[in-house]
């Protein structure tokens, strides 16, 4: 897996943005208890990651309506889709001081072509002990779902086939991608967004 940085500044996997507004004191204080009970960066990264997988609840889980964007919001609010989720996770390894960025994937919405396509958010983060970049998927797992941290194999939620053309986009962006904000913020019920109003490619 050759992931490619859309920036080489490293500094920018570091920033506060709207979305992944690390400065906000919430997410501060979740930093914090996170590290305290860490033993050193690499089980920081994973119980983080772990913490939005498991304890974030995807909105279409539970099939609730609210809409969460930002990382305060989501973490406010227990529940997100990917984009929200991803946000979070971000905001938490940023505000420890680790780079992460976003990836993105093209998914069928059911389980064939005929059912639409959507974007499908994740994170990466750099390993500073190893020197590379590894994705983690913090949608949440449920029955035919089980993403894990690894640093040998990727254990992602979704696998991509390309005989559907679903896409795999190997780009670590530095920002969330803004199509997949402006659905966040222009629907009002989240289930028929899901269904309805994600964008289908980058």
Known sequence: MN?????????????????????????????????TSSQDQMDFIKQS?????????????????RITCSASETLI??????????????AILRKAGIPSGFCYQRLTIGDTPDTGYCIHALNAVFIQELKMWIRLDAR????????????VEEKLAFPVREEYDE????????????????????????????????????
């Open 77 to 90: 609010h227990k529940e997100g889709i990917c984009y929200a989720k991803a946000n979070l996770l971000c």
């Open 140 to 151: 949440g797992n449920k029955p035919g779902i089980l993403a894990e941290f690894s640093l």
């Open 167 to 202: 896409v795999d986009y190997l780009t670590i962006f530095k920002s969330p991608n803004m199509k997949t904000i402006e659905a966040l913020k222009n629907n009002n019920d989240c289930i028929n967004m899901y269904l309805h109003g994600l964008p289908d490619r980058l």
């Open 3 to 35: 992931l490619v940085c859309e920036s080489q500044i490293v500094n920018d996997y570091l920033t506060v943005t709207a979305e992944v507004n690390h400065d906000h004191p919430l997410i501060a204080e979740l930093t914090s208890k996170l590290a």
């Open 49 to 65: 990651y772990e913490y939005v997988r498991d304890h974030i609840d995807h909105s279409w889980d539970i099939q609730s309506s």
